[in-house]
């Protein structure tokens, strides 16, 4: 128990405490404190447990390299798992558990796994469990694997806010090269983002003495902070550049205390990544101890929180940037003590048990502390370079992976550009970014000796902390020849962590270099990817959630449909009516009803594409099956347009409204496709100039009346157009009044009664269906919904494409080859017509089906078998099965072998385990003369 | 569980308007449209119109045309009768009063809304007014009072949720 | 040296500091000659090296690598494994992968993690349902296990699903496959790999093939950064860079190459005990032994090679992951990376000889080649070894796109296809 709060200094504000759990016991803080730095100040060494073996870790760093401590957090009814202790503000009331330890991090039960390691290293698991097999081992591995802990109880967690931006530049690191950075540009006149994931920018001025354009780097700080302001600099802290993707975007997560955190998608013209150095730590026996930490964040809690990290303090090294530690360390008042490795003293092992209690020097010096400051190096942070696709160079006098030039709308500064030096990294501006003027540092050069894991290093030599990998590993890695980089990483799972390596990666590239008689950048780096810290799913998610997700169109009589109590479903992307009142029961009445009077039925989804011009007619005719060409103004067909290979794509009826205007109908679930399908084939063979495509399906609503009183009540709804099957024939369509509210009247039967579509302007559509529901009833019927317009058109064989036909189904196997035979004209698919396998004799074919075992309908997705050969074959299935409505008996229409040729025949069924037998029919089970269309 | 009404919240009565801190969105009375392909510089001067703008362009909030691609616009503020539209003289008009409903965005903080609905940049918008608001294919301009916004009809309902989801505006009514 | 995997050899050598192991396979130098040249180092470019030398016999073999061995797609996939496809064709090929996994663990004397905890593909309509029962009469016919479950059922499976009110996509049921599920990736290159080096296989990592050797209109070998090698018979088992290597020998495939994308969270206790898929939400998902999520969903849709996708695909994945699981809220993305999927017209994988003689291929797995490794490895092996096909394979061949035979699973995958 030696860490200490100082009773002075620091950012943190004592007139403001606060306090928290942590695994059941208080702590106390202040405002200004992350929890990291509060559980420090609390004493507590042990605050962690490792991923494998469950060794005792603490805190070693303060930012998002911290690889050991990690809690689950209860704040209020909100539930968090593993978050980042280094990274979070201290706050009133949160209830913090050790994320991966049980009861605590103190107490782990687990805690003797370490006593078998020996027989647990790297990849152990790919060696063993394979009697009886893996599902035996499986649940207990998982069950100690994972970090924290997910609780499904508690409280959603609000969406992610997200918004775009655009600016000239962005960013990234809000040091003091970072800071000059934007100050510079401003004031040159571009818009700046500067981003830093610190709760306050300045980086290493807030806890490194400075001095820059002569004055203390505080004081710079200060004056900086408040240019930005006013030169209109958009600052945001607490928030991480993660992700740089194609054509220069570069994705932001911003934490806020007012909110969920904030997606942002930014496009600047040019990116600046200022995102410094992480420290490393140095390779020696135990280094996993707590009371190990980075001298750099150690550094940091001092001057910032007020954290004093031990009393008798070994800060070990090989390099400058320690001796400002060392001394600011003693000031506080603790004994130091100095390991460097440029003098030849370098830490063997670390002693103690479950922290800290001394080090042995290689040279046999032991010295006695409760802390070790550690310093390998820095890494410069290139991550986001690297996404960009940028390539990097080894530095050896820096000992670091430095980017090799810039990328295209990137460039780096500062310590992520191997500038560890401040003097230096501010000096490099003028040329780097084009900046006349530049604050100038007095600082020391940057002075490092290397010092990695050496092959044969005696002792546990930690290398990945939070994946507990060590040397040994790394050898093992080597002596199985997992030599190339990524090897080393999957093998071992070195840098795969949450921490994705950014304190071991480059310890183990070293390390497995040494043992290969490879250089570091001849072992070369894993692909870096984004993100680089963790990102909330929240944040990407957006509020994309509910009825926001994938939204349906809505029809314009939906209010009307409501009011009568119509249950609504998801349709081909519309909100439909399946039927009208809560009961399924409805939907046979609902088709009864049409059969025997009138149903009136919003059909407003119907795909309306209009192709128009005056080589519109020899276009369609290319792109449909039949030919169309040969209809008349105010005449309709029904067709079929096909892929190129040869499938049936969609059916729809065909309308020529003059000579130069059509309108192709498809299915309201296909629409988009077709309209696709329309431009690709028109831009591919037609000129522009002469054709043009316009998908019009919203702009009228069409309401259809279908039965034998359909023209009854047209006329009782005021439609006075003559209605004489001489003057409006089936198969034809006619407008009907004139200015906004006029009608198009098209004589069409999707269900085998006589029936008109009336469309109107979509907008217009209510007090057309007021009129049109009025009427029906008076005639004896009413509204229809889905459903029962699915019965009705069973009745008939009308197929329903995606339903009644899948990816195979070609227009002879529904029973129409016509065409293929007579066409003049080449058309969309057919030379695919003619291929073997579309003139095979055992295709599955269109047929109807009726019961024949006296079990009721039959399973729709039910699979006719063949049992003559020595396994069950399928041939074919059942598409669609419904109740009979003018019948009454059911009706099931699928595609089955050679079905057309075998009406009268039984066939057996597979349905989930068990058999049924049916009798194929014709699939028109309903008036096959079609005498009902004019009754 | 099949019936879905519930689910998906009505859509809000005519006239009603989602409003907040410097943001007003309505859905105007429905607007007169045609779409238009062919020789656009033809039509425009044989009904007098302005040439078309593109994303974000200036237009006064009666007559206007918004570019959609080379050969196609959406004409707004005219109108034709759907039984006379079609061909007419190496021009294909087909009205898009019915189909698309014109959202207005008005107020000091209209761009705020843009920038969550979109991830073009605002100041390069480019010759199509066509864009993905909300994820979805519309069309925007800008007029002396605001924004105006093309979109599907059936949609609308979306759109206003989705704006309400924000938190930038709320319904009023 | 302890070349054998088992509890045993792990106890001897934690108490020999780890110090006898064997490599898991050498690095030789490149012989200038082989009977057989395999081009491609992942799952399948080994596995048929170690099929050709152990059901063949066929031992001087060479499997030439431009990466490090099973550094493409088997490296970066989402490890699932399953054969609740629809076709006949289809379930006979992926069911035999299956039933190799099965039994892979031990015939390659390492672990491969196979966690069958079954597979749930959701239907969200009646339409769906309808769909599904479909597939799952098919798989059943076809001798592979499948049901049709309910809602209860999912329940059962998915506890933390999204049964709300207020769910987007309310699980109807869907295909229930019990024997699908995940296998470590790596595992399964590393284990093929090791296995084929013990039966004699030369394993050229580093090793780019800049073009075939060709010779009286056959293909004789290939052509390296280090020189010829030349080969009777060489197969081709690259994956997204298919279009790429049949440009070299000369002929086009039906092949376009798109980055698939997948991610993983945090890792956290078990919370998620199966594999599901959403086709309505456009995201399947997974949680691994090391308690990460590891997350899928369609096609980023422009072709390329890059192997990364973009912020938006990746947006509306997670997004659909978290309305099926709001609980999922809590977690955050770790990593995200894709590989090069080569699709197919049909969405089905091409096996046969190409149009150069003496070159054989194996690809157009499309977004289904992890599941696939033992039976594309087996069946390559066959038809290099034999010079025929196998009856699985024979439905697969290119000429399916001359006869018009196509297996078109785009419905019977549900997603990404």
Redesign the interface.
């Known amino acids: 128990m030696t860490a200490r709060r100082l009773p002075e200094g620091g950012e943190v504000d004592r007139s403001r405490p606060l306090s928290f759990t942590f695994d059941g016991r208080p702590v106390q803080g202040f405002h200004g404190d992350t929890l990291a730095s509060a559980l420090l100040a609390s004493g507590e060494r042990v605050l962690g447990r490792s991923f494998k073996y469950r060794r005792p870790r603490g805190i070693w760093g303060a930012g998002t390299e911290e690889p050991n401590v990690y809690a689950d957090a209860t704040d209020g009814p909100r539930f968090h798992p593993n978050l980042r202790v280094t990274l979070e503000p201290a706050r009133d009331g949160l209830d913090l558990r050790s994320a991966n330890s049980s009861p605590s991090a103190r107490a782990d039960r687990l805690g003797f796994l370490d006593l078998f390691a020996r027989f647990l290293p790297s990849a152990f698991y790919y060696k063993t469990f394979f009697w009886p097999n893996w599902h035996v081992y499986e649940p207990a591995i998982r069950r100690m694997a994972g970090l924290g802990r997910i609780k499904p109880s508690s409280a959603p967690l609000p969406d992610g806010d997200q918004r775009n931006h655009h600016c000239d530049t962005v960013v990234v690191g809000a040091g003091p090269v970072g800071i000059a950075a934007a100050l510079g540009l401003s004031r040159s006149g571009e818009s700046v983002v500067l981003v830093d994931d610190g709760s306050r920018i300045g980086g290493s001025l807030l806890f490194r003495s400075a001095r820059i354009d002569g004055m203390p780097g505080a004081n710079w700080l200060a004056a900086a902070e408040a240019d930005l302001r006013q030169l209109g600099v958009t600052v945001l802290t607490r928030t991480t550049a993660f992700g740089i993707y194609d054509h220069g975007l570069i994705a932001l997560n911003q934490r806020r205390d007012d909110g969920p955190d904030r997606l942002w998608r930014v496009r600047p013209r040019r990116i600046v990544l200022a995102a410094g150095a992480v420290e490393r730590p140095l390779p020696f026996a135990a280094n996993d101890l707590p009371g190990v930490m980075s001298a750099e964040a150690a550094l940091g809690y001092l001057r910032r929180q007020a954290v004093l990290p031990g009393l008798r303090i070994v800060v070990a090294t090989n390099n400058s940037s320690t001796d400002e530690v060392a001394a600011a360390m003693t000031a506080a008042g603790a004994e130091v003590t100095v390991v460097d490795a440029r003098q030849g003293r370098r830490v063997a092992r670390a002693l103690g048990r479950r922290m800290v209690t001394g080090v042995v020097l290689e040279d046999g010096t032991r010295i006695p502390c409760d802390c070790v400051l550690v310093s390998g190096g820095f890494t410069a942070t290139v991550h986001l370079h690297a996404q960009a696709k940028g390539r990097l160079r080894w530095d050896d006098a820096r000992l670091s992976f430095v980017p090799e030039a810039p990328v295209a709308g990137l460039v780096t500064v500062g310590a992520a550009a191997g500038h560890f030096a401040l003097a230096e990294a501010l000096a490099a501006l003028p040329e780097t970014l084009g900046l006349p003027d530049v604050p100038v540092a007095d600082s020391a050069p940057y002075d490092i000796t290397p010092l990695w894991p050496r092959p044969g290093q005696p002792g546990r030599v930690w290398i990945d902390l939070q994946h507990d990998v060590t040397a040994k590993d790394v050898e093992l890695a080597a002596r199985e020849n997992m030599v190339s980089v990524e090897h080393l990483k999957r093998y071992t799972t070195l840098g795969m962590a949450t921490d994705q390596g950014k304190t071991s990666n480059l310890a183990g590239m070293a390390l497995m270099g040494a043992l290969t008689g490879r250089s570091i950048p001849e072992v070369g780096t894993t692909t870096y990817r984004p993100p680089f810290a963790p990102v909330p799913y929240t944040s990407l998610a957006g509020p994309r959630g509910g009825s926001r997700m994938n939204p349906v169109r809505r029809l314009a009589c939906e209010a009307r449909h409501r009011e009568i109590g119509a249950s609504l479903g998801d349709y081909g992307g519309w909100l439909r009516p399946a039927h009208y009142g809560s009961d399924d029961s409805a939907i046979l009445a609902e088709a009864k009803l049409a059969r025997a009077a009138v149903g009136l039925f919003d059909a407003s989804p119907l795909g309306k594409i209009e192709v128009i011009g005056p080589d519109a007619a020899a276009f369609l005719d290319f792109i449909h099956y039949n030919t169309v060409s040969t209809l008349k103004p105010g005449q309709c067909r029904y067709g079929f347009i096909l892929a190129e290979s040869g499938v049936v794509y969609d059916d729809g009826v065909l309308v020529r409204l003059d000579d130069h205007r059509f309108v192709v109908s498809c299915s309201s679930a296909h629409v988009a496709g077709v309209h696709g399908l329309l431009e690709e084939w028109r831009q591919d063979r037609f000129p522009a100039a002469r054709i043009a495509i316009h998908d019009a399906t919203a702009e009228t609503a069409t309401l259809t009346v279908s039965g034998p009183k359909a023209r009854a009540t047209l006329a009782a709804a005021g439609i006075d157009a003559d209605l004489s099957d001489t003057a409006f024939p089936h198969m034809t369509t006619r407008w009907h009044g004139s200015g906004e509210a006029a009608l198009r009247l098209t004589r069409v039967s999707f269900t085998g009664d006589r029936s008109y579509e009336v469309s109107v302007r979509q907008d217009l559509a209510p007090p057309l269906w007021d009129r049109l529901a009025a009427a029906a009833r008076a005639e004896g019927g009413g509204p229809i919904g889905i459903e029962a317009l699915m019965i009705l058109r069973a009745e008939k064989g009308f197929i329903v494409i995606g339903k009644d036909t899948d990816g195979m189904t070609r227009p002879m196997d529904l029973g129409v080859s016509g065409p293929m035979k007579a066409k003049k004209v080449d058309f969309l698919g057919r030379r695919s017509l003619f291929t073997d396998e579309a003139q095979r004799a055992d295709r599955n074919q269109l047929v109807g089906l009726l019961p024949a075992d006296g079990f009721g309908p039959l399973p729709v997705g039910a699979h006719g078998i063949d049992l003559s050969g020595t396994t069950p074959r399928s041939i074919g299935y059942i598409t669609s099965s419904h109740p009979g409505a003018a019948l009454d008996h059911p009706v099931a229409l699928g595609l089955i072998e050679r079905g057309a040729e075998r009406h009268g025949q039984e066939i057996t069924l597979h349905h989930l385990g068990q058999r049924r037998r049916a009798t194929l029919c014709p699939p028109c089970f309903l008036d096959p003369k079609g005498e009902r269309l004019h009754a | 569980m099949r019936d879905r009404a519930a689910f998906w919240p009505p859509a809000p009565a005519p006239g009603a308007a989602l409003r907040g801190d410097g943001l007003i969105v309505r859905v105007l009375p429905a607007v007169p449209q045609l779409m238009v392909s062919g020789d656009l510089d033809a039509f425009c001067a044989a009904q007098t119109l302005s040439a078309p703008v593109g994303l974000l362009g200036q237009v006064d909030d009666t007559r206007y045309a918004l570019r959609l691609a080379r050969n196609r616009m959406l004409a707004v503020g005219l109108t034709a009768d759907h039984a006379a539209a079609g061909w007419r003289d190496g021009i294909a008009i087909t009205p898009m009063t019915g189909a698309l409903a014109v959202l207005h965005i008005g107020g000091a903080n209209a761009m705020e809304l843009f920038v969550r609905a979109t991830a073009i940049d605002p100041r390069a918008p480019g010759p199509s007014a066509a864009l993905l608001f909300a994820g979805q294919i519309a069309a925007l301009c800008r007029d002396p009072q605001g924004l105006r916004l093309h979109i599907d009809r059936g949609l609308t309902a979306f759109v206003l949720d989705w704006i309400a989801a924000t938190g930038l505006a709320a319904y009023s009514e | 040296m302890t070349r054998h995997?088992?509890?045993l050899?792990?106890?001897k050598e934690?108490?020999a500091?780890?110090?006898g192991?064997?490599?898991?396979?050498?690095?030789p130098e490149p012989k200038p000659r082989y009977d057989m040249v395999i081009v491609g180092g992942g799952g399948h470019g080994l596995a048929t090296a170690y099929y050709l030398a152990k059901q063949h016999g066929i031992t001087d073999v060479a499997v030439v690598e431009k990466g490090?061995l099973g550094?493409g797609n088997t490296?970066r996939n989402t490890t699932v494994v399953r054969s609740n496809y629809f076709f006949?064709e289809s379930v006979r090929l992926y069911d035999m992968a299956l039933k190799l996994y099965e039994g892979l663990?031990?015939e390659l004397?390492?672990?491969i993690?196979?966690?069958?905890r079954g597979m749930i593909s959701l239907a969200h309509?009646?339409?769906e349902m309808?769909?599904?029962?479909?597939?799952?009469?098919?798989m059943?016919?076809?001798?592979t296990d499948a049901?049709?479950f309910g809602?209860e059922d999912v329940k059962r499976v998915l506890?933390?699903y999204n049964f709300g009110?207020?769910?987007?996509y309310?699980a109807?049921g869907g295909v229930w496959q019990g024997r699908s599920g995940t296998a470590?990736h790596?595992?399964v290159a590393?284990?093929y790999a090791r296995a084929a080096a013990r039966l004699g296989v030369h394993i050229l990592?580093?090793c780019e093939v800049t073009d075939f050797l060709i010779e009286g209109g056959r293909c004789r070998g290939v052509v390296t950064a280090s020189g010829a090698i030349r080969a009777d018979k060489v197969g081709l088992a690259v994956a997204g860079h298919s279009s790429q290597m049949a440009a070299k020998a000369g002929f086009r495939l039906p092949v376009t190459s798109y980055a698939l994308q997948a991610c993983v969270?945090?890792?956290?206790?078990?919370?998620l005990d199966t594999v599901v898929l959403s086709p309505?939400?456009g995201t399947y998902a997974s949680?691994s032994?090391?308690?990460e999520m590891v997350v899928g969903g369609g096609l980023d849709r422009i072709p390329s090679y890059?192997q990364?996708g973009?912020?938006p695909v990746?947006?509306?994945v997670?997004?659909?992951?978290?309305?099926m699981f709001?609980?999922?809220?809590?977690?955050?993305?770790?990593?995200?990376?894709a590989g090069i999927v080569d699709v197919v017209?049909?969405s089905s994988p091409i096996l046969g000889e190409s149009p150069l003689p003496g070159l054989f291929l194996n690809c157009g797995w499309g977004t289904g080649g992890f599941k696939s490794i033992p039976a594309g490895g087996v069946l390559l092996a066959h038809l290099m070894a034999t010079g025929q096909h196998h009856d699985i394979s024979r439905p697969f061949d290119l000429d399916r796109f001359?006869?018009?035979?196509?297996i078109?699973e785009?419905?019977g995958s549900g997603i990404a296809h």
């Open positions: 995997y088992s509890a050899s792990l106890l934690g108490l500091g780890q110090k192991w064997a490599k898991a396979w050498e690095s490090w550094g490296g006949p663990s031990r004397n390492y672990n993690m196979l966690s069958q309509t009646p339409a309808e769909m599904a029962a479909r597939v799952v009469n098919a059943q016919i076809n001798g049901e049709l809602p506890p933390i009110p207020k769910a987007r309310p109807l470590r790596d595992a590393w284990g990592q580093q969270s945090e890792p956290v206790k078990p919370i309505g939400a949680q032994d090391k308690g890059g990364r973009n912020l990746l947006e509306t997670l997004s659909g992951l978290v309305e709001p609980a999922f809220r809590q977690l955050n993305l770790m990593r995200q990376w017209p049909d001359t006869t018009g035979r196509l078109d785009a419905a």
